[in-house]
């Protein structure tokens, strides 16, 4: 049975660091493309970041560029994100999903329960 | 502000039909294709639609979904108590080489 749990959430000042973790099982994580989504409180949802199943390819959304990294580790089927120089307004609940890619275009066939962040003095 | 634009809620009784509709622009929805998906708060968010109007295995026929220029449509037939959620439609936007969302509508099956 297929699951994505996340985990490494919790309260952070300002300006400080977090590295999320998101461990897969019941699939072969290393043929899948996974992602960040992320989801404030009250608002909907938002794309972070993708990875390709080896790693060779990332993307972010503009309002984490060059803040946040995402990686991988296809030997323990564990996906990361890495979260540097945080903001109040990087709280949220922060979902990994499992990529797939049809006519030039990305999408979600599963997802964790997310694990929430907050960013808080 | 969410790229694709979504009503905030919609309602409508048990048994009924009710549509979702999701507008965008040429640089996602009206040049690439629309995914759907349900959410209940707490839980993990589940795919409905993929490819425009594709169903993956499990998602039952009441849900569909279609496309027409920049904009997008999810019905759900037969509205039961249990489909109260929040749905979300995405895509790929070409201009920000992004995956961009929707931002949600509130089902409530009154």
């Known amino acids: 049975q297929m699951e994505l749990v996340e985990s490494g959430g919790g309260v952070v000042q300002p300006g400080r660091s977090l590295r999320l973790s998101c461990a897969a099982s019941g699939f072969m994580f290393s043929n899948f493309a996974m992602h960040w989504v992320r989801q404030a409180p009250g608002k909907g949802l938002e794309w972070v970041a993708l990875i390709r199943f080896d790693g060779t390819e990332k993307k972010y959304a503009d309002s984490v560029k060059g803040r946040f990294t995402i990686s991988r580790d296809n030997s323990n089927d564990t996906l990361y994100l890495q979260m540097h120089s945080l903001r109040a307004e990087d709280t949220a609940v922060y979902f990994c999903?499992?990529?797939?890619?049809?006519?030039?275009?990305?999408?979600?066939?599963?997802w964790g329960r997310g694990v929430l962040v907050t960013v808080s003095s | 502000q969410s790229v694709l634009t979504q009503p905030p809620s919609v309602s409508a009784a048990p048994g009924q039909k009710v549509t979702i509709p999701c507008s965008g622009s040429r640089s996602n929805i009206g040049g690439n294709y629309v995914s759907w998906y349900h959410h209940l708060p707490g839980t993990a968010p589940k795919l409905l639609i993929y490819?425009?109007?594709k169903r993956p295995s499990g998602i039952p026929d009441r849900f569909s979904a279609s496309k027409s220029g920049a904009s997008a449509t999810l019905a759900i037939i037969g509205l039961q108590t249990g489909d109260e959620a929040d749905y979300y439609c995405g895509t790929w936007d070409t201009s920000l080489s992004a995956v961009v969302f929707g931002g949600g509508t509130k089902l409530s099956v009154l």
């Open positions: 999903a499992r990529g797939r890619y049809s006519y030039g275009v990305h999408y979600f066939d599963y």
């Open positions: 490819d425009n109007n």
